[in-house]
């Protein structure tokens, strides 16, 4: 890992969402030079599934050897980040750099993001970064490093990156976008860059949006920490950067970098933003480990499926829980997983679940198909979550040889609907894949 050079000690970093996560990740390792942090989050009480405060990170901040101050900080409040700087200066005596960390996200499509998502992604991300270094850099103009750094992807415009969640895209680029201008408007007076993960990083919201067992392909938040302390130890000569995390350390001589990851050897997902076509992420992902489950999704595409009867089950079964799915042959990996499924659906299960998932299966060996688990004497399965699977067999995710996470994040799988619904479908393949 990148070792301190003491170059932080005495500045003061103003890094905002450093109660978890990558932030806290930043503020640990600069509180390892003797640097003064505040925490500009909004957690001043215990979350509820979230774990720490901004009081539990400056504990921690000032057992490393730094010095902490805790701010209740939403970024959506103007006035809230005033004062906090306003505190910062009082108690620091100015800002050296500010860290805009903070973000919300909804991996939702346009008609499944509700406004009140799209108000919060905008306003914290791109507005909250707008306005968190508006009112920092009077005071980063005044100091020798003067950096801002934005935790924001290169803006890249290949559309596959709108599609599916266009609202968070667009608020993750107005990061970057200020960027672009800040970094030449203050050029010589405040170095402006951008970090972004070359995988992802194994933070509690990645817990929540991948489900169980999304951490072994996650490296840890150190990686980004020792990224961002190289980028923030620089002159301010070097700026309007969009700066990937391992492409940075490999220039500073990190070799091995098993040590940033939560499970060494495993395969990693790669993050958003970085590839121009999908298909290379897949590749990558493919050479690095995942080979057999991609296999495994190529032999399920061999399968010759034909013709479509969309009749429903008859008899006494009727109208209770079931797995509608058409087709003439009854043969193959898919319509056999599904047969399974069928016989593992219970009251429970739709109580826990209350939504309907439906598969649309498409590739050059497939004939499209629907798969739908649904309750049809209740009423209260609204939403929806619709999958394509292109060119997998949903085989492989029930059998748990390919995780819908990383199906997900290298464009091979499209979801439209609640992003709750496909955490829980996550849930419900780990119980048939023991079945399969």
Known sequence: MLPNTGKLRGCTLFITGASRGIGKAIALKAAKDGANIVIAAKTGVPHRTLPGTIYSAAEEIEAAGGKALPCIVNVREEEQIAEAVNKAVQTYGGIDVLVNNASAISLTGTLETPTKKVDLMMSANTRGTYLTSKICLPYLRKSKIGHILNISPPINLNPVWFRNHCAYTISKYGMSMCVLGMSEEFRGE?????????????????????????????????????????????????TGNFVIDEHLLREEGIKNFDVYAVAPGHPLLPDFFLDVDPDTLAMKMEAHGASPAFREGKKSDIAEHEG?????????????????????????????????????????????????????????????????????????????????????????????????????????????????????????????????
């Open 190 to 238: 405040v170095a402006v860059n951008a970090l972004w993960p070359q995988t992802a990083i194994y933070t509690s919201a990645m817990d929540m949006l991948g489900g169980a067992g999304v951490e072994k392909q996650c490296r840890k938040t150190d990686i980004l920490a020792d990224a961002a302390y190289c980028i923030l130890t620089k002159p301010k000569s070097f």
């Open 308 to 436: 479509l009867d969309r009749t429903k089950p008859e008899g006494p079964e009727r109208g209770k829980h079931h797995v509608h799915f058409a087709a003439k042959n009854s043969g193959g990996p898919v319509m056999e997983t599904f047969k399974i499924i069928q016989v593992a659906i219970n009251e429970e299960v739709v109580r826990s679940v209350q939504g309907v998932y439906q598969f649309e299966l498409s590739g050059k060996n497939f004939l499209k198909k629907t798969k739908t688990l649904e309750k049809t004497d209740i009423s209260v399965l609204r939403e929806q979550l619709i999958p394509f699977l292109k060119p997998f067999s949903p085989f492989c995710f029930f059998s748990g040889k390919l995780k819908p996470t990383m199906a997900f994040m290298s464009g091979k799988l499209t979801i439209k609907g609640d992003m709750a619904l496909a955490i829980k479908l996550e849930k419900l393949m780990g119980q048939f894949n023991a079945k399969l």
